[in-house]
């Protein structure tokens, strides 16, 4: 993944903290707590340890000092100079481009985002930190690294490349104009995928990502309808920011390695039937669906448990257990693609992303629970598991994203925060309020951004009266230029007209 320069920003941002008292003090602490971790390990020097293993050692004894005054002390230092180094950054580029905004924060956000990604692009192996950005929608520039990231597969990637170099058939499979026709068929007809139409590029990308899926697979019957629906938020998130970008065989290829990564690492609940994994996959899944559901809205959930029970269509003898699974799986199968709106589905899609590297995370139980409860209205008016299933397609494209961020801040945000860290013994909250840290952590966001809100508008009034006083002072250094011409061309005239004299007189 190509590094690209780092901001200026971030630079000076470095170079002013590596002058701090701050930085010196965390230092000295570093130093001894690697040395710790050396006498424990009985390791004679620390060149003696593979780079893993350095990097391990030096991640263990920054984890000893967190909670100590240096650590604290060097986090408030590095968020003070970044604040202040992106300010100046943002500021001058509002003076200098036309491309930047009057409003402070969007250049402020940009300039944040390109550090984010030069950081992430080079070191890869940090991806873990998006962990902190559970509950949250990237921006489209973000979400791009992230995924590229968490759903990295290089010989995807290399094989795409090599085979379209040599030529562009090798990458097209059998089926190509069939998938060809029914891409064009669904981005023009499927209502939440509205967002594609107005991307000339997005139905060429996804044919060639899926032709070539279909290629790779070895198969002779068609792709499933599941293939073509999952393969859409792959191409939004390689379009979005740039849709009016040329189209190279790169993007190309990355997007068809995030594709076949997802496709092999999903859940075995979301695949289909016949793997061998998918009965047991399934039951674990529903079982934390209906306990989440039952912690979220109980009452509705005893209300399905009477409605699904009662089904006549049911052969199970655990009508429930069928009807939460015919309900259920067209929307996890898929990912909720085509279920909400495709904005939705990106801060769906987001959260799940994020957890690819924890075991003991899977946060499609949660949101499934979450769409259900924020559909109960509808839900009570339906009488049997077809009117619930056509309840869930039709109104479900009506939430917002902000409902499901409202609701896993009420209910689940410290529990899906425990299982990215790898603690997924801790209790949810029964309060159903929500949870004082992240109450705390929100109005603390909201003060944060009023804050810097403020400090823009500062340096930009600062910025301001400098130029003023500059234009000031070359307006006033013009009109001495202009005195001191007139000044020399006034003696000029006088000295021309005295030697005119001093002829005339001769």
């Not at 998918?278 to 109980?298: G, P, Q």
């Not at 590297?357 to 979450?370: E, M, Q």
């Not at 409902?403 to 860290?421: P, Q």
Request: glycine share 2%.
């Amino acid at each position: 993944m190509d590094q690209g320069a780092a901001p200026e920003w971030l630079i000076r941002s470095k170079v002013n903290l590596l002058n701090t008292e701050e930085w010196q003090l965390f230092q000295d602490e570093l130093e001894a707590a690697v040395e710790t971790q050396l006498i424990e390990g009985q390791v004679s020097h620390f060149t003696d340890l593979s780079g893993e293993e350095k990097r391990a050692t030096v991640q263990r004894a920054v984890d000893t000092l967190q909670d100590g005054d240096a650590y604290k002390r060097l986090c408030s230092s590095i968020s003070s100079a970044l604040e202040s180094q992106i300010l100046k950054s943002a500021n001058s580029k509002v003076a200098a481009a036309s491309s930047y905004t009057a409003n402070g924060w969007p250049n402020f956000q940009q300039e944040a985002e390109e550090g984010i990604v030069h950081l992430m692009k080079k070191w890869p192996e940090m991806k873990y930190k998006f962990h902190a950005c559970l509950n949250t929608q990237f921006p489209p520039v973000i979400r791009k690294v992230a995924w590229a990231l968490y759903l990295e597969n290089p010989k995807v990637r290399a094989e795409y490349l090599e085979k379209s170099r040599h030529n562009p058939e090798d990458v097209m499979s059998i089926l190509d104009l069939e998938i060809t026709k029914k891409c064009e068929h669904l981005l023009q007809t499927e209502p939440t995928f509205q967002p594609l139409k107005a991307i000339p590029k997005s139905l060429h990308l996804m044919k060639s990502v899926l032709s070539f899926y279909h290629l790779s697979r070895q198969i002779s019957s068609s792709l499933i309808d599941t293939d073509y629906m999952l393969a859409v938020p792959f191409v939004y998130n390689a379009l979005s920011n740039k849709p009016t970008a040329l189209l190279h065989e790169l993007d190309k290829a990355s997007t068809a390695e995030q594709f076949f990564s997802f496709m092999e690492t999903r859940f075995g609940y979301m695949k289909e039937s016949y793997n061998s994994e998918f009965d047991t996959s399934w039951s674990e899944f529903n079982r934390h669906l209906t306990s989440k559901l039952s912690y979220v809205d109980n009452d509705l959930q005893t209300y399905l448990q009477d409605v699904l029970s009662k089904d006549p269509s049911a052969s199970s003898t655990d009508k429930f257990a069928e009807g939460m699974k015919a309900l259920a799986r067209p929307m996890v199968r898929c990912l909720f693609v085509g279920f909400l709106s495709l904005d939705t589905v990106m801060f769906v899609w987001d959260q799940y992303v994020i957890g690819l590297d924890a075991p003991s995370y899977d946060v499609i139980p949660f949101i499934t629970a979450i769409m259900i409860s924020l559909l109960r209205l509808s839900i009570l008016q339906c009488q049997n598991v077809k009117e619930v299933i056509e309840c869930l397609r039709t109104n479900g494209i009506k939430l917002k994203k902000e409902l499901f961020m409202y609701e896993i801040n009420r209910c689940f945000y410290r529990y899906l925060r425990a299982s990215l860290h790898g603690n997924a013994g801790i209790k949810m909250d029964s309060s159903h309020y929500p949870a004082p840290w992240n109450k705390d952590s929100s109005d603390h966001s909201e003060a944060e951004t009023q804050r810097l809100q403020k400090l823009l508008e500062e340096e930009s009034r600062k910025m301001q009266k400098i130029e003023e006083k500059s234009a000031l002072e070359i307006r006033s250094l013009k009109k001495e230029i202009e005195e001191l011409k007139e000044k020399i061309e006034k003696q000029k005239q006088e000295q021309n007209q005295e030697g005119n004299k001093e002829q005339g007189e001769k």
